[in-house]
């Protein structure tokens, strides 16, 4: 892991396309501002890990398998 130290109004980029800049600090509570392309999705970690266990369990679903040949 990277660990960097940045002030307010400072950023960092990923590659050429994905600029992280900070825009406020406020006690233990940073607010980031996120510039990336559009094909490049990006989420919060718990957003990001539900939608990772919504994906598992739907692959796990007979019923999803039954539903997506039905419709061949």
């Known amino acids: 892991m990277l660990v960097l130290s940045r002030k307010k109004g400072e950023s960092i ?14 006690g233990d509570q940073v607010k980031l501002g996120i510039v990336a392309p559009k094909s490049i999705k990006v989420h919060r970690s718990e957003i990001f890990e539900a939608i990772q266990e919504q994906n598992k369990e739907a692959l796990g679903n007979d019923n999803v398998l039954t539903i997506l040949n039905n419709m061949k």
């Not at 980029?13 to 406020?26: C, P, R, S, T």
């Open 13 to 26: 980029m990923i590659g050429d396309q994905i600029e992280i800049k900070v825009l406020a600090i406020d």
